[in-house]
């Protein structure tokens, strides 16, 4: 029979180098108090690598740069499914996912209907930010990210190449759900959708 100690490295791996987890993600095989223990022995180990409290990672090794962090995205989804939370992508970051904006901001922010908080990890800080129910209505969905993304562009910055590089970028399940979720858009914003998916 497998010890635990066993099942929680096993299913580690199984996640492969990248996965970023939580002890709650462990419950089925032990205690709170002694997944706890196994993975802070896992980490003093170097099995594993403890990002802060709460929260460890399975690094990827990388020839030259060694371990790497894993992205910001892994780390807030880890954050959100620890704590049944939904987050959503804002900001420069929402941009920089659609590929809007190539520069990854060293300040990440996620609108959370969770608890407010920011985490350090690699050279990125990750904050959740807690918002309105309107907001965190498209949680999820890429028209969430897209409402978002040019909220941060703002009204009087997104211009025809933005419109354009939306219309490329974005497949036609995408622009039925923009159009589903136009309700959640402000009215400027709902134009803009309205001329990415040719419905103006």
């Known amino acids: 029979m497998q010890s635990v100690d066993n099942k929680v490295i096993k299913r580690i791996r199984g996640w492969g180098r990248g996965s970023v987890f939580t002890p709650t993600m462990f419950l089925d ?87 407010s908080r920011s985490v350090k990890v690699g050279g990125h800080t990750i904050t959740l930010r807690r918002t309105t129910p309107k907001n965190m209505a498209t949680a999820g969905r890429i028209s969430g990210l897209v409402i978002q993304a040019l909220k941060y562009i703002g009204k009087d910055h997104v211009d025809s190449s933005t419109v354009q590089m939306l219309t490329e970028t974005l497949n036609e399940a995408d622009k039925e759900q923009l159009l589903k979720d136009l309700i959640f858009a402000p009215s400027w914003i709902g134009n803009i959708i309205r001329k990415i998916t040719g419905k103006i």
């Open 29 to 115: 095989l032990g205690s709170r108090a002694a997944i706890d223990k196994i993975l802070s022995r896992f980490s003093q180990k170097g099995l594993i690598r403890r990002l802060f409290r709460g929260l460890y990672d399975l690094p990827e090794n990388h020839p030259v740069m060694g371990k790497l962090y894993p992205s910001p995205d892994t780390v807030a989804k880890a954050i959100a499914e620890r704590d049944s939370t939904k987050i959503l992508p804002s900001g420069a970051y929402a941009a920089n996912l659609l590929g809007l904006s190539t520069q990854v901001p060293a300040q990440i922010i996620f609108l959370t209907d969770g608890a």
